[in-house]
């Protein structure tokens, strides 16, 4: 996976932060240029806004000081001497001279006037009359102009200061520097009035352009001073926008970050770094609706359980279960990152740890359903060898349970539920292996499940009866003793035999109740009969007694003691009986409680013996007082003389041991002849009567076909080549 991968995972990290660290300054200088920009345009409109304003201000001050100019050259003219002056040979007559005299003064006296005249209306164009222009060439231009001269320049102020016929002009100058064969301008003009008002002309005074321009680049040269702050102001604004944002965006991501990882911590296994359920549900629902929106074929979960786990954290100490548990995670990457990547991609394929011993693969987009099977056998290659822990080796199989979408499944919670149910097959039959769900696994879940809730409701009500079978002795016929054996009457599903039900209760614990309730109901009915019948009565009632209220050790001790107190039964009329496949799956402890269980004086029957793993010898070590042997034997006994061998040699060491023993299951008249001639004194079976009602249990016996025994047939030990 691709996070496991140390090398990778950090260089894909750094280059991941690298990424980002570049996204956020791109993203910063971005936004920092979009907002010197704005206010840029902003300071800069109101900057042109200023320089068009200073523009129309030094123009409009220009303007009146040419005005003033001509309206002062106005002054100078004498309008009766101006007016005889018309035609172009009065040039430079005494006349004209006395006329052009006062210009020409104001001309020189007045630094920057260039030239200064005056001129006349005719019709549409202006005619010089009056020229205060020294003769003389101007850039090879003459520079005076003659009487009647018709005036080329195509000023308009210059028409607005002649006036139009029966309207006087008015002073005014032009705006902007105009340009004609003497030179650039700027010109002012005054209407010229006589005596009576009447207007003769016009004055025009021209300056040189340049001042006019001066002036104006002076003034927007202080504008453009004021412009440097502003720009700088930009250019800090900018900067420190910039600065904040980058800081604001990383500490964004450091927060998202943050959350991120806390958020991929909390989906995580602490242990063994693989999913946890929450991610592998999610997963897994995500598959599901994949499959059912047609996005892929099919998946497959496997579901894993490993065998003796509980035993390394008994034995070695909680530090070797983790370790065991890293290395199973380790071994499971292993064997799947070669051919199923796993990723963590939402589709991807995942391995999660489900808690304790359970770990869970999906695969998606599986081939076919064969290649789940092919992938349980690798995995199962893959994790028997030995792990190699602090605390020493360990072996630890796993048992496999699969499950296929082609179940059609729709939740997450059923598909794993579905994949513990094979998981828990693979274990029944045998662990170490795989098995595929299939529907019957499923009707006969359902049907536990339904049992288990059955039950649960049926403790304490009339649903559930006990039954009794007597237990007859061989010599005298009499009922010695009797099992009591559980009845269940299921509302819906009628009859359930004790050998289903038993175990589920087991397992959920409800037969610690239930066991409770037999033992005291057992106890009672015993008291009641030695009090009503003590002539019938059996001396003993004898009490299964499971797995789970072994598992009690001192609690069930205490729970007898006060059965017996609260009965006021003698505990040597209490016998207790245990089968031998749980006396051996463990006999160290079993072996202890059974002595402490014969110290409070109740006896103890080794029940079912044949069907589990001890031996004959082993019988000597254990406190019983009676073994019952099972029914398979009994059933055997005609058609198999290594049964009869067996069975002899069973009767006789527990007859030398000092126990009494008990055929269990006998059916049919030759088989009690055959025990009989073998010396077995004590014999159950529906020969004699099927388990009955308490009320009818000491009448049943009374009727059964039992004949005591006059004396023992001499019995011929029975050899292997006996015929
Ligand atoms: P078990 O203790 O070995 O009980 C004997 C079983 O053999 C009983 O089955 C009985 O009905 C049956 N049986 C007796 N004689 C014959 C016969 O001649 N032929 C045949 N075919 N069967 C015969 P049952 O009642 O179905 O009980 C089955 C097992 O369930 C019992 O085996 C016992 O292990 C368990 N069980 C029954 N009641 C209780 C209980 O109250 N507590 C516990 N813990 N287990 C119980
Ligand atoms: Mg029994
Ligand atoms: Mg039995």
Not at 302 to 331: C, S, W, Y
Not at 470 to 475: A, F, G, R
Request: overall charge negative; proline content about 5%; aromatic content about 6%.
């Amino acid at each position: 996976m691709r996070h496991r991968d140390e090398k990778g995972r950090r260089f894909s990290d750094s280059a991941a932060v690298t990424d980002v660290a570049a996204r956020d300054r791109r993203r910063a200088i971005l936004e920092s240029v979009t907002i010197g920009v704005t206010v840029a345009a902003v300071v800069g409109a109101a900057i042109s806004g200023l320089w068009l304003s200073t523009a129309q201000t030094v123009r409009e001050n220009y303007r009146t000081h040419l005005t003033r100019l001509a309206l002062a050259a106005a002054q100078q003219v004498d309008p009766e001497l101006h007016e005889r002056i018309r035609h172009p040979e009065q040039m430079d007559t005494p006349e004209y001279k006395r006329a052009v005299e006062p210009l020409r003064r104001m001309r020189l006296a007045v630094p920057g006037i260039r030239f200064l005249y005056t001129l006349v209306r005719d019709g549409q164009v202006a005619r010089f009359i009056l020229d205060s222009a020294d003769p003389g060439l101007h850039n090879g231009v003459e520079d005076r102009s003659s009487v009647w001269d018709v005036s080329v320049s195509q000023q308009p102020s210059k028409m607005i200061a002649l006036g139009e016929p029966g309207q006087p002009g008015r002073p005014t100058a032009t705006l902007e520097p105009y340009t004609d064969p003497w030179g650039t301008f700027m010109t002012g003009y005054a209407p010229i009035f006589d005596a009576s008002h009447r207007q003769i002309g016009a004055v025009g005074v021209d300056v040189d352009a340049r001042e006019f321009v001066a002036y104006l680049r002076e003034a927007r040269q202080h504008l453009l001073l004021g412009l440097v702050p502003a720009a700088a102001m930009v250019i800090l604004l900018a900067v420190a926008f910039y600065h904040m944002r980058l800081r604001g965006l990383v500490a964004a991501h450091e927060v998202a970050e943050a959350a991120r990882r806390a958020q991929a911590a909390a989906r995580l296994d602490r242990l063994t770094g693989l999913a946890n359920r929450t991610l592998f549900m999610e997963r897994l629902q995500h598959a599901i609706e994949r499959v059912g929106s047609g996005h892929q074929a099919r998946f497959v979960v496997l579901f894993l359980d490993f065998d003796h786990f509980k035993l390394v954290n008994d034995t070695m100490g909680h530090p070797a279960g983790d370790e065991l548990l890293r290395q199973i995670a380790e071994r499971l990457r292993g064997s799947l990152r070669a051919s199923d990547a796993m990723s963590n991609e939402l589709d991807g394929n995942i391995i999660a740890r489900f808690g304790g011993d359970e770990f869970v693969i999906l695969i998606n987009d599986l081939r076919s359903a064969r290649d789940a099977e092919l992938m349980a056998e690798r995995l199962l290659q893959a994790l028997a060898p030995v792990y190699e822990l602090c605390a020493g080796e360990v072996h630890s199989s796993a048992s496999i349970g699969i499950v296929t979408s082609t179940d059609g499944l729709e939740s997450a919670e059923a598909v794993i539920r579905n994949a513990d149910v094979a998981m828990y097959e693979a274990k029944r039959a045998g662990r170490g292996c795989y098995v595929v769900f299939s529907d019957a696994m499923h009707t006969r879940l359902t049907r536990r499940v339904h049992i288990e809730s059955g039950l649960r409701k049926a403790i304490g009500t009339p649903e559930l009866e006990l039954a009794y079978q007597p237990i007859v002795d061989l010599e005298t016929g009499q009922m010695a003793s009797t099992e009591v054996l559980l009845r269940w009457n299921h509302p819906q599903l009628g009859e359930i035999e004790p050998s289903e039900f038993i175990p589920i209760a087991e397992e959920s614990g409800l037969i610690v109740p239930l066991g409770e309730w037999v033992l005291l109901s057992a106890c009672r009915q015993l008291v009641e009969w030695r009090q009503t019948r003590p002539h019938d009565a059996p001396r003993t009632v004898s009490v299964n007694v499971s797995r789970a209220e072994l598992a009690l050790g001192p609690r069930l001790l205490e729970r007898l003691r006060n059965i017996l107190e609260q009965t006021g039964l003698p505990p040597h009329c209490l016998q207790l009986e245990v089968t031998e496949r749980e006396v051996m799956r463990d006999p160290v402890s079993s072996k202890a409680l059974m002595h402490r269980l014969r110290e409070i004086g109740v006896r103890l029957a080794m029940d079912d013996f044949g069907t589990g793993t001890s031996s004959l010898a082993c019988l000597r070590d254990y406190p019983f007082d009676c073994v019952k042997i099972d029914r398979s034997f009994v059933s055997d006994l005609a058609g198999s003389r290594d049964v009869l061998a067996l069975i002899h040699a069973t009767l006789t060491l527990v007859e030398n041991l000092g126990m009494t023993s008990v055929a269990e299951g006998v059916e049919d008249i030759s088989q009690l002849a055959v025990l009989q001639s073998l010396g077995c004194r004590y014999a159950q079976g529906y020969l004699f009567s099927h388990p009955v009602a308490a009320d009818a249990l000491l009448e049943a016996v009374a009727s059964a076909p039992i004949r005591p025994v006059e004396a023992r047939p001499p019995v011929d030990r029975p050899a292997r080549d006996a015929a």
